[in-house]
Antibody
Framework: EVQLVESGGGLVQPGGSLRLSCAAS????????MNWVRQAPGKGLEWVSYISSSSSTIYYADSVKGRFTISRDNAKNSLYLQMNSLRDEDTAVYYC??????????????WGQGTLVTVSS | EIVLTQSPATLSLSPGERATLSCRAS??????LAWYQQKPGQAPRLLIY???NRATGIPARFSGSGSGTDFTLTISSLEPEDFAVYYC??????????FGPGTKVDIK
């Protein structure tokens, strides 16, 4: 069974930093590209970042480019999101999502339960 | 950016009724459209990918259709567990994937 478990969320002041983690199990992590998607309270879904299976290709939404860094450790079956210079508008539940199919990006086949990041003074 | 518009914003129906949800793209996305279901406090769940393919474990009462700019998610007979918010999402412009604003299906 595919499982994705996020951690690392919490309350942080504007301008602060936070590192999210996503622990994967139940599939060959090193074969799949991964994503972070966020959802502000009471709002819709927003794609944040993508990383290919080998980390060779990385993309970010314009709203986080230059502030967030996605990475992965295939030996540890883990995905990360380093978030710096956090703003109020970054407040959201952050989900890690596995692409549905190997080598086919863009469809979130499996999702974690999410971790809440609150940016507030 | 490809903008997805979903209608209606809210659909009030009774169990057993048929639900028809619409998603319209600002430009053609071919068949690169997915549908997700989200219940309160839960993560989204993939229902349909590439416009008409049901994801693993999704009941046959869920079906997707359309191509280009106009897409439909149909729930043939609503079960109590189907009352939720439904989002469409395009990957045609990957990595600039975008989601629609959602349609809430609630109990009449």
């Amino acid at each position: 069974e595919v499982q994705l478990v996020e951690s690392g969320g919490g309350l942080v002041q504007p301008g602060g930093s936070l590192r999210l983690s996503c622990a994967a199990s139940g599939f060959t992590f090193s074969s799949y590209s991964m994503n972070w998607v966020r959802q502000a309270p009471g709002k819709g879904l927003e794609w944040v970042s993508y990383i290919s299976s080998s980390s060779s290709t990385i993309y970010y939404a314009d709203s986080v480019k230059g502030r967030f860094t996605i990475s992965r450790d295939n030996a540890k079956n883990s995905l990360y999101l380093q978030m710096n210079s956090l703003r109020d508008e970054d407040t959201a539940v952050y989900y890690c999502a596995r692409d549905l199919r190997i080598a086919v990006a863009g469809t979130g086949g499996y999702w974690g339960q999410g971790t809440l990041v609150t940016v507030s003074s | 950016e490809i903008v997805l518009t979903q209608s209606p914003a809210t659909l009030s129906l009774s169990p057993g009724e048929r639900a028809t949800l619409s998603c319209r793209a600002s430009q053609s996305v071919s068949s690169y459209l997915a549908w997700y279901q989200q219940k309160p406090g839960q993560a989204p769940r993939l229902l349909i990918y590439d416009a008409s393919n049901r994801a693993t474990g999704i009941p046959a009462r869920f079906s997707g259709s359309g191509s280009g700019t106009d897409f439909t998610l149909t729930i043939s007979s609503l079960e109590p567990e189907d009352f939720a918010v439904y989002y469409c999402q395009q990957r045609s412009n990957w990595p600039r994937i975008t989601f629609g604003p959602g349609t809430k299906v609630d109990i009449k």
